[in-house]
């Protein structure tokens, strides 16, 4: 776990979900070793310590494998998650030394058909914001302006609730975001974002912060904590739910429709990895096979400045 933090750089998000998948694997292996009959001799008493990866055999590894669709019922997706992490660990045991003989070679991957990403109509995100414009409460100020960055910006949802109040630049009408792998990029935000960016922190903000709770947190909950994924998604739940949208929603729909909307607006690809903090174009060509559900005027709430990357104005 030290490697994949600090030589690999994974998201934390990222390094949780490898750690629960590989302390699933151990008990699994701790298992496996001191009962490979299955008799049930252990009593339950093997624990994650007692498991020794570096004498895994491969009918183990694929064992575990096996369980989790027939045992478990994971879905190919979840199964080739917890494998990438397996095989990961065996690789890092390889190249340490520590193994001569990688269990997971030539076990293959669940075949998993990534879907596309869903971009709702310009009317839906506009219908969203809206929503958001009704309510004059410090969370309803703080919603705002969270729909209003994520569109204008198309930054991930980790990426936002990481912000802090020095990340923003009103005078360059841009935010600073640190994204994965530890790549800054600074962000152009459109008047209007940065309107109810300002408008938040004058008479939202303030009211949220509690005693005893500082925190440079650009974005907080009720309790002036700073504002988790989780709790961002429930608002969004609600913000949908309120507006009428009946599109599916997701934590990440403003994001890829702000991909979208701006492939249609006639944004280069390369411009729009650069704004999506992609690590390779290829993931930013997705959005090609992804078209507006509507067709669609410019409208106010797009940033003005969309191509600002770079010194360079569209």
């Known amino acids: 776990m030290q490697f994949l933090t600090a030589e690999r750089r994974l998201s934390p998000n990222t390094l949780a979900a490898y750690r629960n998948d590989l302390r699933q694997f151990e008990e699994y292996l701790a298992v496996r070793q001191h009962d490979p009959l299955g008799?049930?001799?252990?009593?339950g008493t093997a624990t994650i310590a007692a498991a020794d990866a570096t004498v895994a055999t491969r009918e183990e590894v694929a064992g575990f494998f096996l369980s989790l669709r027939e045992d478990?019922?994971?879905?190919?997706?979840?199964?080739?998650?917890?494998?990438?992490?397996?095989?990961s660990l065996f690789h890092y045991l390889s190249r340490q030394g520590a193994i001569t003989t990688n269990p997971t070679a030539d076990l293959g991957s669940p075949e998993v058909k990534k879907p596309l990403p869903r971009?709702?109509?310009?009317?839906?995100?506009?219908?969203?914001?809206?929503?958001?414009?009704?309510?004059?409460t410090p969370e309803g100020l703080r919603d705002r302006g969270m729909m209003h960055l994520l569109y204008a910006t198309g930054m991930r949802v980790s990426e936002l609730v990481t912000l802090d109040l020095g990340d923003l630049d009103f005078e360059k009408s841009a935010v600073r975001c640190v994204g994965r792998g530890l790549r800054v990029r600074m962000l152009p935000v459109g008047s209007k974002a940065m309107i109810a960016l300002r408008d938040y922190l004058e008479r939202g903000r303030p009211q949220l912060l509690r005693?005893?709770?500082?925190?440079?947190?650009?974005?907080?909950?009720h309790r002036g904590q700073r504002l988790t994924r989780q709790g961002f998604w429930l608002i969004m739940k609600a913000i949908a739910r309120e507006s009428g949208v009946t599109s599916e929603v997701t934590p990440h729909t403003l994001r890829h429709s702000f991909a979208a909307h701006r492939l249609s607006d006639g944004?280069?690809?390369?411009?729009?990895?650069e704004l999506l903090g992609h690590a390779n174009i290829s993931t930013t060509q997705i959005y090609t096979q992804v078209k507006p559900e509507t067709p669609?005027?410019?409208?106010?709430?797009?940033?003005?400045r969309l191509v600002a990357v770079g010194g360079r104005r569209g």
């Open 39 to 43: 008799t049930g001799a252990t009593n």
């Open 72 to 87: 478990k019922g994971y879905s190919a997706a979840t199964i080739a998650r917890k494998m990438a992490a397996v095989k």
């Open 119 to 136: 971009a709702i109509s310009v009317d839906d995100v506009d219908r969203l914001i809206r929503q958001t414009d009704k309510k004059a």
């Open 211 to 221: 005693p005893g709770a500082p925190t440079s947190a650009l974005f907080l909950n």
């Open 267 to 273: 944004l280069a690809l390369p411009k729009l990895r």
């Open 296 to 304: 669609r005027p410019l409208v106010a709430t797009a940033p003005p």
